[in-house]
Every structure is written in structure tokens, then in C-alpha cells.
């Protein structure tokens, strides 16, 4: 069974930086693709970036060259590098594999954008 925990998520002015943690546990984290998705409230969730076990990135429109997603297989972490950020960034971090397990599904992190 994967389990998560995300962590490094608070309040940042637009424009500005956050970079989320995301540690895994469970076997063989190196052989899962990796994914960051976010809840703003009201809204359904939604994937923003994905990483393979080689180090394949994929982005939403919405972040694509604002977001980096990484990962260190020695220390079975993900992380989101999130730059110029804008109120629409605001919601809820989760990660997960791609697809999504249900029972993975963390407790997040909020991310919130405003001045």
C-alpha cells in the first residue's frame, strides 16, 4: 500500500514561490509515475504534472512553465516547484500515482494566493 504525505504549502503573494514536498511510503516507489493534483473550492480535482520513473514531465495548460515537478527515488519524494504564482493557484496539493489509488489520497497541503 503507497501512502502520502504533503507538506510545504501556506500563503504566498502573486508572484511569488512555494515548493511542496510530497514523501512516499511503500515498496517500490521508483516503478510508480507520480502526480501532483490540486482542489480549488467548488471545483472537481485536477492533475497539474506528472513525472515517470525516468523523469518525464507532463503539465496542465494552466501551469506549464510556471510549475516544475521532480523526484528523488533514493529518498522516495516528490516535489512542486511553483513559480509566479497566481490567486488561481489556490487550492488544495495532493499527491498521488497516476492513475490515482483512493487509498493514497493524503490530507494535502493548502496553497493560497493573495496579496
Known amino acids: 500500500q503507497v501512502q502520502v504525505v504533503e507538506s510545504g504549502g501556506g500563503l504566498v503573494q502573486p508572484g511569488g514561490s512555494l515548493k511542496l514536498s510530497c514523501v512516499v511510503s511503500?515498496?517500490?516507489?521508483?516503478?510508480?509515475?507520480m502526480g501532483w493534483y490540486r482542489q480549488a473550492p467548488g471545483e472537481q480535482r485536477e492533475l497539474v504534472a506528472t513525472?515517470?520513473?525516468?523523469?518525464?514531465?507532463t503539465y496542465a495548460d494552466s501551469v506549464k512553465g510556471r510549475f516544475t515537478i521532480s523526484r528523488d527515488n533514493a529518498k522516495n519524494t516528490v516535489h512542486l516547484q511553483m513559480n509566479n504564482q497566481k490567486p488561481e493557484d489556490t487550492a488544495v496539493y495532493y499527491c498521488?500515482?497516476?492513475?490515482?489509488?483512493?487509498?493514497?489520497w493524503g490530507q494535502g497541503t493548502q496553497v493560497t494566493v493573495s496579496s
Open positions: 511503500g515498496s517500490s516507489f521508483s516503478r510508480y509515475v
Open positions: 498521488n500515482v497516476v492513475p490515482p489509488l483512493r487509498a493514497t
Open positions: 513525472i515517470t520513473t525516468g523523469g518525464t514531465t
